[in-house]
């Protein structure tokens, strides 16, 4: 029970208080690690090819529902293994949807791509509506109650969390900072037409790209998956959390993604303290907003 | 023939909200992907007064100021902001005056919705049945239509054009941008508030959920398909595209297969926005007057 | 610009060939239902159609209404209020029935009547427990009680257990909040006290904010006006969050589906609902025929009193005849002293009936009574 008396006898109110502050802090956190992986794979997509994919979401949301196909009879696999098919079915989807949909769209302007990007977020998430129907779905494991330290309740869930968000970072910091490819994905992120030139294979780089991007979108939608449930409108709500981390870190910047999801996350646990939960969804919206507001570098209006 | 007058209905309703959203998109170069706000907001708006008796006459001038003035204080901190973060911005505001919607219960019943709006009274007229209903409608849309129609032939259209093609050069003309983007968008809202007027007197019943962004992507289809920045291509966009949902909605099919018929529809809906952008983004009717059409696609 | 118009005038004139039905003659009896058969509160939709299904089954095989088969025409309301308005309206003008089943949900069902009254089309509730639910006007009826009752039963529970400060959770809808008042006017009567209210909304995944909410001050029950889908998600939750508290639900809960979706997440929690004797041999009879026709499944929440609709929708029908007027004034007549699976059926003035209220309980993952 959140606050139990074992710990604190005399001042027990305070108590009360302080380990409600802190379970909504560790929620927050908790939480601001799912939209950092979120944040990365859009940040990245972003610094590589120069335009906000609007479909993320929906590779978050269906690298989810992949991992629910392959648990659930008639194919039944064991969690390890459904888990490293799940998201390679994401990388397979998120390659797909470069080669079909924004490949033919690389010069395309903004609004048509805009435009693109939407209409494809739609058909992915009606798509998984056909065949799952809108109601939530869970994978069915069995409910277990938390582990309680110093009166704050975590999960297993919970704790995988943090240790698979570590793992995803450790990971694609090597990748960035340490191998040809990153060093490839960083030279087109500063200048498409130049680092062609200079003989980096883009298509190839591309590709990486949104392999690891998907990758991020599909362990970060499993996670949410798990600690919450599944449901078709998953990946619009947390794209919006995406894009408000993203901008928060500055967009391009993958550490800054990391930070921002973070920050989103306790913004939204400790926020609804004061306001009334309904409004929780609105407070990434508004930190999106402000970023937008506030920021220089977007004040001016495109040249090129 | 009652099917076909809801179509009727439902199709001059949109073709406002399209041509709406077409004079912002189409003709000023915004990318406005929360215009059904607006949308919402007029329908909040004249359905809340006329519960409370307020005569229809006044709550639809109402309905407009609000949804007018809501696109005025929306625009000014957020036309600063280049395209595609514009269109971020407008996306997030949409979401957030429906969340208001949502969780305002004391002003608009949050999820529970107003159900029984009355009927418009307009000068003691009541138009209650579908036929008397169309006309006030289609009256509204062939106003709405030849408004905008001036006003875009006029030197304000010609300079939202010069802006969407080439902002510099204009600014450099000595055009205040910023001050012709709000104007369009305030006007874009105003109608935008109108043909939510008119839907929410027809459907009787307005919910947080008729306002999502499923709304946008809708109206937004609808002025992409027809062809962006014509003066027609709205509503031809809107014939197709509303005849195309509409009546599959009212088919009659086994129950059971209701759950897959709307996802599917809104697949192909989504699907249809792809290929229309790759293969033909120019949308049924070319814009008059462009060199080439080859800018959609280009690098612009 | 000659030529658009020549073009818009062919397109529209397809349009209305396309859209003018076919005259059909009418070879069953057709009755609307407009029921929740996707989408958050699809249990219950599921399970109305099953009761109604054996109902329908049993008066067609006995010979049906005036020599002819009944026919339901179902529609998927998709468990949302305007998806409703679209069902209703569709069984109105496609479909052109004189009565129809409403749905589930007091908000959802509530939607909709204005479209039935104004229609002058009979729509009946078998499920709605909102005060206000048929004040849309005197075609709107239901056979299932209102919950001016529950509330105070609710906080009767309360007090005889000895909670006298308890938070209250409730689906943000007007059955939640209709209830919601009704309990707190009643439990501050009796001399209560209420913590905090917590409104929600139905159909979330995550509804942690609000438990930890609620619960905060550790209290020792807890009143959570909740439906099924979202209370299996809320009880899982706060099992898993460690939250110890003694729930207290309304009667849109007590349903086996709960407990196969949440396990040992609701054993314990304890109830309100409309009770019916089952000792009568209407009751005896209807477990008979559904266990016939369905086996050892289990009954599905409201299904009696969709099986009771079903039969004096049937009778009205009968005696008055197969329009909205007809059918309207019968119900009065035929439901006056009838005996249902769900007690009596007589119709007050506003259109609605009566009923006494009971506790249930999980234990042992069965839905049983509750006794102290």
Known sequence: MIGSKGLCPQNLIFCLKMSFLFQSILNGVLAGCIYALFAMGLTLIYGVLGFVNFAHGELIMWGAYFLYLLMEKPIGLPLPSALAFALLLTALMGTGVDRFVFRPLRHANSLTLLIAALGLSFLLRNGAQFFWGAEIRTYGFEIKRGFRFLDISITLNQMMIIFATIISISFVYLLFHRSRLGKSMRALSDNLELARVVGIDSKRTIRFAWIIASILAGAGGILLALDTNLQPGMGLINLVKAFAATLLGGVGNLWGALWGGILIGLAENLGVLVISPGYKDAIAFGIMVLMLLIRPSVLFHKQE | MDLFLHLCIMIAIYIIFALSLNLEVGYTGLFNFGHVAFFGIGAYTSALLTLHRVPFELSLLLALAMAGLWGFLLSLPSLRLRGDYFGIATLGFGEIIRMVFQNEVWLTKGPMGLPGIPKPILFSYRFATLPQYLSLVLAFTLLTFLVLRVILRSPFGRVLKAIREDEIAAAALGKNVLRFRIKSFIIGSLFAGLAGTLWAHYTTFVSPGDFTLLETILVLLIVVLGGKGTEWGPVWGAIVLIFFQESLRFLRLPADWTRYLAPLQQMILGGLLILLMIFRPEGLIREKGKISNAGDKGDQ | ?372
């Not at chain 3, 109830?271 to 041999?281: D, I, L």
């Open chain 3, 1 to 372: 610009m000659k030529r658009r118009i020549y073009g818009l005038s062919i397109l529209m004139g397809v349009l209305f060939l396309l859209t003018t039905p076919v005259a059909k003659a009418q070879e069953t009896v057709k009755i609307g239902a407009a029921f929740a058969l996707s989408g958050s509160i699809a249990v219950y939709g599921e399970g109305f159609k099953k009761a109604v299904d054996l109902a329908v089954e049993e008066i067609n095989v006995a010979g049906g209404l005036r020599g002819k088969k009944i026919e339901i025409v179902y529609e998927d309301n998709k468990s949302t209020p305007k998806d409703c308005v679209t069902a209703v309206r569709k069984l109105i003008t496609v479909d052109k029935v004189p009565v129809i089943f409403g749905p589930a949900g007091s908000s959802n069902f509530m939607a909709a009547a204005p479209v039935a009254q104004e229609s002058k089309v009979v729509m009946i509730s078998a499920q709605g427990a909102a005060p206000g639910l048929t004040k849309a006007g005197e075609y709107i009826f239901r056979v299932f009680p209102s919950d001016v009752l529950q509330g105070k039963g609710i906080s009767d529970l309360c007090i005889s257990l000895g909670y006298m400060e308890v938070p209250v959770m409730y689906v943000n809808n007007d059955w939640g909040l209709g209830l919601k008042n009704v309990f707190v006017e009643n439990f501050k009567k009796a001399g209560g006290k209420v913590t905090d209210e917590v409104p929600y909304d139905d159909g979330k995944t995550d509804y942690r904010t609000e438990l930890i909410r609620a619960t905060k001050g550790n209290p020792r029950a807890t009143v959570n006006l909740t439906y099924i889908t979202s209370g299996s998600v809320m009880f899982k939750q706060a099992y898993e969050m460690g939250i110890k508290t003694q729930w207290i639900c309304g009667s849109a809960a007590k349903a086996p589906k709960l407990v196969e979706l949440a396990g040992k997440a609701v054993e314990g929690i304890i109830g309100t609902y409309p009770v019916f004797s089952q000792e009568t041999k209407e009751y005896k009879a209807f477990r008979a025929s559904w266990k016939k026709k369905y086996g050892d499944e289990k009954v599905p929440i409201f299904g009696e009193y969709n099986y009771d609709m079903v039969f004096i929708t049937a009778k009205a029908v009968e005696k008055g005849g197969y329009t909205s007027d007809g059918i309207r004034r019968a119900l009065f007549e035929v439901g006056r002293g009838y005996r249902g699976v769900t007690g009596d059926k007589t119709f007050d003035q506003d259109r609605g009936v009566g009923s006494e209220y009971g506790v249930w309980t999980v234990r042992e993952g069965q839905i049983v009574d509750y006794k102290k």
